[in-house]
């Protein structure tokens, strides 16, 4: 296509959906265990009002819509064990005892459990080769974040701990659903230091 080769010296440079990561600033050493995710999304039903024969529509209020974030599990890091300490961390007590029973998971102890969860998009990084031919490479570039979405007090909706299986030989998944009150947008949030 003609545009790939009229923007700047490199051409055209397309967002990937497999250049992501997810941060839990809460649960470490999860970041390369995310599979999927989706972005944040939101919806803002109209509200109508009805004159004569005409409908008037108005914007209504901003929702924002669950994320929903597929990991892999793993002996080390446990990925399930982590959501499983998250739970508890929130405040959640098994009911194995009457004291138990007056335990409660609130807002505040569920988000501390978890924190601003961060989806980043990054571009390829690279090799940094000085222009000389045949010289051996000087370092590597690191990759831009070009897009960091910050799911503002997020905490967990459900966790799924994946199926077993005796005739599959597929990875174990844990599917994890997140609510958050919203979602800020930064587009080059900065380099990736991992």
Not at 95 to 102: V, Y
Not at 128 to 143: E, N, R, Y
């Amino acid at each position: 296509m003609a545009f790939f080769n009229q923007i700047g010296a490199g051409g055209f440079q397309p967002k990937r959906k497999f250049r992501f990561l997810v941060v839990f600033p809460k649960l470490t050493n999860l970041t390369f265990m995310a599979k999927a995710a989706a972005k944040p999304s939101y919806d803002m039903s109209p509200s109508e009002h009805n004159v004569l024969n005409h409908v008037f529509k108005f914007p209504g209020i901003v929702k924002w819509e669950d994320v929903d974030i597929t990991l892999i599990d793993a002996v080390d890091p446990n990925t399930g064990s982590k959501f499983w300490n998250a739970l508890r961390n929130s405040g959640y007590v098994t009911p194995g005892s009457e004291s138990a029973l007056t335990h409660g998971v609130t807002k505040v102890g569920a988000h501390a459990a978890l924190g601003n969860v961060k989806i980043q998009q990054l571009d390829g990084g690279g090799v940094l080769v000085p222009t000389d031919a045949g010289t051996a490479p000087i370092g590597t570039a690191s990759p831009v974040i070009v897009d960091e979405w910050v799911l503002n007090n997020c905490f967990i909706k459900s966790v799924k701990w994946g199926e077993l299986a005796y005739d599959s030989e597929d990875l174990i998944e844990i599917n994890v659903s997140l609510v958050y009150d919203f979602a800020t947008y930064a587009p080059n949030a900065g380099t990736y230091n991992g």
